[in-house]
């Protein structure tokens, strides 16, 4: 029989993060965000958090919520922008950031999952990122020396997930959630429809369960869009 | 002298059946638009989907489905999502034949400058530093000169490089010019744009062929 993950909600998902910890974040600017566990860190009032999540949220929501309370110490994001509170934190000093290429910290969180010390990448050759860093050729091209990512806590998203632990995303709100799933040594995955084991075809899921602790079922999910870009019906039939 | 879609038109004409490209935010995202009906052509995001469509009709956006710019877009049939290792895995293995990319300064000898203004602007790298460490076939779509008239094709970049030696042709509203043995090498004029105005706007080192052909824009 399937081990199960579930827990009831949020809070108590949450359980046993603390001030001073390093956390995962899943997603891609606001989208594939684990809002419900991003709620409950707020509302936990935690402190001097090391967040590693490729983007840094909007002022007023995702992660900019967390930044708003001075919860966040350190930053380990690849773009920041589209954040103003975030800017003035991090030129004032009071906010640390690891500024790293998004590619190496997608793959320096699969490494952290998978097991995989450290890895040798072209990006930021010649660059900031290298200072400091190992550079080794391979066939004649530099390289340098990335070290693998984990965290105490990984928060991820997905749009179903079963109480095995197993996850589906939607779309593009996949990106980093795979990798930081496996990269926490807790991983806990909030999910938009959770269903009983034995639901899901196996031969779909991306996420594995064995990367998943807890799984909880979310709620009032606000999905919100930071680009709104569309086409015009009338301009389009106009044209 | 192009304007930006004039620029991304020029770029579209780049791009051939068959190929993966990748294209970053601002001027390359356009070039999407201008590549001929029926050519088999798909682009990446590397947020995590190749076969990007346009963007959805009024009403029809989805949360979940952004470009790298997160931008609400579609999928085109033949789409695949993707996580960001996967996404990444594509770039630096060199499976994506095109990478069209903005730029703050490009230096004669190939290096970019794109993601930081010490002191000033630091929003970070996101996917360029992969992009431009790997990719077999970049080019660099701007203006020629900054908003203060001043030239962005330098002798060596001042700000924070992005990557080194990786830039092999720069599109701008004023020319198509090529890097290599440590130069710029002009390769075509905007329509109505003399080579002594190119050379102007032109910090480094040009290199100037004795015909240099205007573009061909329609």
């Known amino acids: 029989m399937a081990i199960s993950k579930v827990v009831n909600g949020s809070i108590a998902a949450c359980d046993g993060v603390k001030s001073g910890m390093t956390l995962m974040l899943g997603g891609f600017g606001l989208c594939g965000i684990p809002e419900c566990s991003i709620g409950e860190l707020v509302r936990l009032g935690i402190k001097d958090l090391t967040c590693i999540s490729n983007n840094a949220g909007v002022d007023d929501f995702g992660l900019g919520l967390l930044l708003q309370q001075r919860q966040i110490r350190k930053m380990i994001s690849s773009y920041v922008g589209e954040n103003d509170e975030f800017e003035r934190q991090m030129l004032s000093g009071e906010l640390e950031v690891d500024l790293i290429p998004q590619g190496s910290l997608a793959e320096r969180c699969r490494a952290g999952g998978a097991g995989i010390p450290a890895f040798y990448t072209p990006a930021g050759f010649g660059t900031e990122v290298a200072a400091g860093k190992e550079v080794r050729e391979f066939e004649g091209k530099p390289h340098i020396l990335e070290s693998a990512l984990t965290a105490d806590f990984a928060f991820v998203k997905a749009w179903k997930g079963d109480t095995a632990g197993n996850l589906i995303y939607k779309a593009t709100a996949r990106n980093f959630n795979p990798m930081m799933a496996m990269a926490g040594r807790i991983t806990i995955a909030e999910v938009e429809e959770l269903v009983p084991e034995g639901t899901l075809n196996p031969n779909e899921i991306h996420t594995p369960g064995i990367f998943v602790q807890r799984i909880f079922q979310g709620e009032r999910y606000e999905k919100r869009i930071e680009q709104r870009t569309v086409r015009n019906r009338e301009t389009a039939s106009n044209a | ?107 004669q000898n190939g290096d970019i400058a794109n993601w930081k203004i010490p002191g000033k602007m630091v929003k970070g790298m996101g996917g360029a530093m992969d992009l431009v460490a790997s990719a077999e076939n970049i080019i660099v779509a701007m203006m020629h000169t900054n908003r203060a008239g001043e030239s962005k094709m330098l002798p060596s970049c001042s700000l924070p490089l992005t990557g080194v030696g990786c830039v092999r042709r720069v599109v701008t509203n004023l020319a198509v010019l090529d890097i290599r043995e440590g130069a710029f090498h002009l390769v075509e004029r905007a329509p109505g744009v003399s080579v002594e105005e190119i050379a102007a706007a032109t910090a480094g080192k040009l290199v100037i062929p004795d015909a240099v052909p205007e573009m061909r824009i329609n």
Do not use: C
Not at chain 2, 27 to 45: D, K, R
Not at chain 2, 73 to 95: C, E, K, L, N, W
């Open chain 2, 1 to 107: 002298m192009l304007d930006k879609n004039g620029i991304a038109k020029r770029i579209a004409q780049e791009v051939r059946a068959g190929w993966y490209v990748n294209l970053g935010i601002g001027i390359p995202t356009l070039v999407a638009n201008f590549i001929p009906e029926g050519m088999e052509v798909e682009f990446q995001s590397e947020n995590g989907i190749l076969g990007m469509g346009p963007f959805p009709w009024e009403g029809e956006e989805d949360a979940d489905l952004i470009n790298a710019g997160k931008q609400t877009i579609t999928a085109m049939p033949g789409a695949v999502y993707f996580d960001s290792a996967t996404s990444f895995a594509m770039i630096r293995g060199q499976h994506v034949q095109l990478t069209v990319l903005g730029a703050m300064e490009v230096a």
